[in-house]
């Protein structure tokens, strides 16, 4: 069975700079089954759901349905359940957790101070192992199902602290899956690898193979992130940081043709300038251009073909100094 995860392996698609940006995430528990847009087509009200869209709209906030691996029973009533808050920005990164009967509690919340990493005392610490969040939601793509499922299942059987959860965006790198506090997104994953991750995490370290991205950060930025990891060997989580990412336009063809927005724009590859410091005070500057060259392939089961995006690094250089600062354990 031909598979748009078979297609993206195949073709040996680059992972880095896919995955979803979430600065802070919140995770409500919802058994049962999830349908294509789990937040208003599940047992969640659906009213709830789209309410919790709304509110987190813009504030750097996404929200994701969880549940345990194994078998969900098509039931309605859940009498408690578990909410995580998760920020993941360096040196800020933590972990908030409360249990509640109505998940109508979270339409409270201050979603633009928690998408700007302030909990102000919010819930409990979570004091656990790193959260490893699997996507599964076949309603949304199979390979999630065919191959996010079985994962989540052996690595919660071992005993890691393992959720499915509904969307994190790219089917095609199934099975896909973040891994908490630092937000880390993987691709192609195995229990193995993932293992790995939540083993380097303990230490307040990442596993830069199979990397997507963290999702604190834009796309030009999580490849920006992952290619000075590459360059210096870095795996330390919070010893980077992108302080910012400007596009760059291309130089105009003449003197009447200075907008972005002009025909001498058309067809032009968008690209950035992103900026990466370092803890020591070292800095560099990241070009990255968005590029559409790969072989066709479909971005999930059953989308036509066509060449996927990606984040190419064009080059990396190293700038002045910024002064240094700080890295903090995670904060819980």
């Known amino acids: 069975m031909s598979t748009c995860a078979t297609a993206s392996r195949e073709s040996a ?3 880095a700079g896919t995955a979803a940006p979430a600065r802070t995430w919140l995770l409500i528990e919802q058994p049962g089954p999830w349908g294509t847009h789990a937040l208003t087509d599940s047992h969640l009200d659906p009213d709830v759901g789209r309410a919790l869209e709304t509110a987190a ?20 009533g859940a009498s408690r359940r578990r909410l995580f ?15 509640v009967t109505d998940p109508r509690a979270a339409l409270g919340l201050d979603f633009a101070a928690l998408g700007a990493g302030e909990h ?3 819930w409990e610490p979570y004091i656990g192992e790193p959260l490893v969040l699997v996507c599964t939601n076949g309603k949304r793509d199979r390979c999630c199902a065919l191959l996010g499922r079985p994962l989540a299942a052996e690595l919660a059987a071992g005993g890691t602290e393992a959720w499915e959860v509904t969307h994190i965006g790219g089917h095609r ?17 195995s229990a193995p690898l ?18 997507r991205g963290r999702s604190a950060w834009d796309r030009p930025g999580q490849a920006a992130d992952l290619a000075v990891r590459e360059l210096i060997g870095e795996d330390l989580a919070d010893a980077l940081d992108v302080v910012r990412t400007d596009t760059v336009w291309p130089e105009p063809r003449s ?8 025909a001498t724009f058309a067809g032009a590859s968008a690209t950035w300038a992103v900026t990466v410091s370092h803890s020591d005070g070292r800095v560099w500057r990241v070009i990255v251009e968005q590029r559409a060259d790969g072989a ?5 089961c059953g989308a036509p073909l066509g060449p996927p995006a990606r984040m190419a690094v064009v080059s990396i250089s190293e700038a002045s100094s910024m002064p240094q600062r700080t890295v903090q354990a995670a904060h819980r």
Not at 57 to 76: F, K, N, Q, Y
Not at 194 to 211: C, F, L, S, W
Not at 255 to 262: E, F, N, R
């Open 296 to 300: 066709a392939a479909p971005a999930s």
């Open 85 to 99: 808050l998760a920020h993941t920005a360096p040196g800020r990164s933590w972990i908030r957790t409360t249990t």
């Open 173 to 189: 790198f199934s099975p896909t899956l973040f891994v908490l506090p630092y937000g880390y997104a993987y691709g192609r994953a």
């Open 255 to 262: 003197a009447d043709s200075l907008t972005p927005g002009s």
């Open 13 to 15: 698609e680059s992972l």
């Open 194 to 211: 993932v293992k790995q991750a939540v083993e380097t995490a303990r230490g307040g370290r990442i596993t830069i193979g199979h990397a």
């Open 57 to 76: 709209e813009g504030t750097g906030v996404r929200v994701a349905l969880i549940r345990r691996p194994g078998r969900h029973a098509d039931r309605h």
């Open 120 to 122: 102000h005392g919010l």
